[in-house]
T-cell receptor, first 116, second 113 residues
Framework: GAVVSQHPSRVICKSGTSVKIECRSL??????MFWYRQFPKQSLMLMAT?????????EQGVEKDKFLINHASLTLSTLTVTSAHPEDSSFYIC????????????FGQGTRLTVV | GENVEQHPSTLSVQEGDSAVIKCTYS??????FPWYKQELGKRPQLIID?????GEKKDQRIAVTLNKTAKHFSLHITETQPEDSAVYFC????????????FGRGTSLIVHP
């Protein structure tokens, strides 16, 4: 199956700093990647759809200036949590499909962000 | 948009018993229904999926059924084992031509040895 790698797996940062999370498709090109946030014992909440070469599409209620998404190549999308605060602490997961319209989602390992 | 409801939120069974998780969806245009298993702190992994032109699919101890008329689909795990303990998510996609899945809230399955 397709492999999606996410880095880092864990990060602890101070309040007010920014954190960048990378999502890479290792053996396929991903025109579109998705970023999810998952609270403890809860479902995957779609934050935004990352499109290569264009602006990301954010879900309602997700702050664009807070969660910056860049999809500069067909194998890499990044999520930057800017001016992080403790309430941003969460599990962030990316996913990608192999081709446009591919219905199976391949997930990255996830990133546990803790803001202190 | 699509809305996916999943029940129960928690399911506790004895090893060897069967487990059933049910999901309903709202948009009749959805045509792809995957199930994901997520172990604690790890990524969701696809375990089985079904498309709208099929009513049932089985893979060893796991099966999924789909009732398009009623707009519900279910995951069946037989002869459960402790390693089946995880959170299971159903999802639906295909509504309006979109392949972005809408996930259910998840079911925490606990299999007691």
């Amino acid at each position: 199956g397709a492999v999606v790698s996410q880095h880092p797996s864990r990060v602890i940062c101070k309040s007010g700093t920014s954190v960048k999370i990378e999502c890479r498709s290792l053996d396929f090109q991903a025109t579109t990647m998705f970023w999810y946030r998952q609270f403890p014992k809860q479902s995957l909440m779609l934050m935004a759809t990352s499109n290569e070469g264009s602006k990301a599409t954010y879900e309602q209620g997700v702050e664009k200036d807070k969660f910056l998404i860049n999809h500069a190549s067909l194998t890499l999308s990044t999520l930057t949590v800017t001016s992080a605060h403790p309430e941003d602490s969460s599990f962030y997961i990316c996913s990608a499909g192999r081709t446009l319209g591919d219905t199976e989602a391949f997930f990255g390992q996830g990133t546990r962000l803790t803001v202190v | 948009g699509e809305n996916v409801e999943q029940h129960p939120s928690t399911l506790s069974v004895q090893e060897g018993d069967s487990a059933v998780i049910k999901c309903t969806y709202s948009d009749s245009a959805s045509n792809y229904f995957p199930w994901y298993k997520q172990e604690l702190g790890k990524r969701p992994q696809l375990i089985i999926d079904i498309r709208s032109n099929v009513g049932e699919k089985k893979d060893q101890r796991i099966a999924v059924t789909l009732n398009k008329t009623a707009k519900h689909f279910s995951l069946h795990i037989t002869e459960t084992q402790p390693e089946d303990s995880a959170v299971y998510f159903c999802a639906a996609s295909g509504s309006g031509g979109s392949y972005i899945p809408t996930f259910g809230r998840g079911t925490s399955l606990i299999v007691h040895p």
